[in-house]
C-alpha cells in the first residue's frame, strides 16, 4: 500500500510525499484530522479522499484570488486550478462550490462580456473570445445575438471605423484598411464592405 514518507510544514502548507516522491501540497489541518503522518499507510481511495479535502481550503482560495481579479467562465477557472496541479476531484468541488455561491455564471460572464466588448469588436471577435474562454457555443451565441439584438452592428462597426480613421482621404486604399481593420474586430463580411463604402464616399470626393 502507498506509505507517507515525508511531510514538510511551512506557512500554513503541507507537502506531503508519498513512496519516495512529491504528490501533493494539503491544508496542515486535514493531516491531524486524517492521522496523516510519516509511515502511515492508505489505500489510493483514501489518500485520494485526503488529497481532495486537504487540497480544497488551498484551492479555494487560489479561485478566489483568481475570480478577484475579474470575473472567470467555468472552463477557464477549471484550467488555471488544473494547471496548479490540483487533483480533478478538488477542482469539481471547488467550482461546484462556487457556482452554488454564485461566484461562477458562465451566462452571467457571457453577457458582461458581450456588454463590455460590444462597442470595440463585432459578434464574431466576441463569440470567439467566449468560447476560448471555456463558455459553450450556444450560451456564447445567446449572449452575443442578445447584445447585439439591442443595437446595430452596422453603428458599432461604423462608430469603430470613425474612432481608428477619423481623418484623411477617400480612396480604394482607405477602403482596404478599414475592411480589414473591421473584420479583424469580428464585423461580418457584408457589414465590413458597406462601413468601407459609406467611409470611403464621406471621406473622399
Known sequence: MPEVTRIIERRGR?????DGEFWAELDP????????????????????????????????????NILGYRARAVG??????ARAEYALGTV?????RL??????????????????KARKYGPRRIIGELRRSGVSEEVARGAV????GERSEHGAALEAARRRYNTGEGSDAVARRVYGFLVRRGYSAEVCAEIARLYRLETGE
Not at 14 to 18: E, Q
Not at 76 to 81: D, G, I, N, S
Not at 145 to 148: A, G, I, L, P, T
Open 29 to 64: 489541518s486535514v493531516l491531524f484530522e486524517r492521522g496523516l503522518r510519516e509511515g502511515t499507510t492508505l489505500s489510493s481511495e483514501e489518500l485520494l479522499a485526503a488529497r481532495v479535502a486537504g487540497e480544497g481550503p488551498l484551492a479555494m482560495n487560489r479561485a478566489l
Open 145 to 148: 445575438e442578445e447584445e447585439f
Open 92 to 96: 469539481d468541488a471547488v467550482v461546484g
Open 76 to 81: 477557464e477557472l477549471r484550467e488555471r486550478l
Open 99 to 116: 457556482e452554488e455561491l454564485g461566484y461562477l455564471d458562465d451566462e452571467e460572464f457571457a453577457r458582461e462580456t458581450a456588454r463590455g
Open 14 to 18: 503541507a507537502k506531503v510525499f508519498v
